[in-house]
């Protein structure tokens, strides 16, 4: 798990970075962040018995 999140905050830095250079405004960034959160973390929220989610990180990597 914590491999994948290494990789997971690699790819959205980039993701944002690159919003960032294509807009020039950090406004869109901040508005996929919120949707990124919201959807991903907890529309989409399971809850296992007992174990960690592990197909979090392939959800947020998705939207």
């Given at each position: 798990?914590?491999?994948?999140?290494?990789?997971?905050?690699?790819?959205?830095?980039?993701?944002?970075?690159?919003l960032?250079?294509?807009t020039?405004?950090?406004f869109?960034g901040i508005?996929?962040?919120?949707f990124?959160?919201v959807?991903?973390?907890n529309?989409l929220?399971?809850?296992?018995?007992?174990?960690?989610?592990?197909?979090?990180?392939?959800?947020?990597?998705v939207?």
């Open positions: 798990m914590t491999l994948g999140y290494i990789v997971l905050s690699g790819i959205m830095s980039l993701k944002w970075s690159l960032f250079k294509m020039g405004s950090l869109i508005g996929d962040h919120i990124n959160n959807v991903a973390t529309l929220h399971l809850v296992a018995d007992g174990t960690a989610d592990r197909l979090q990180i392939i959800r947020i990597l939207t």
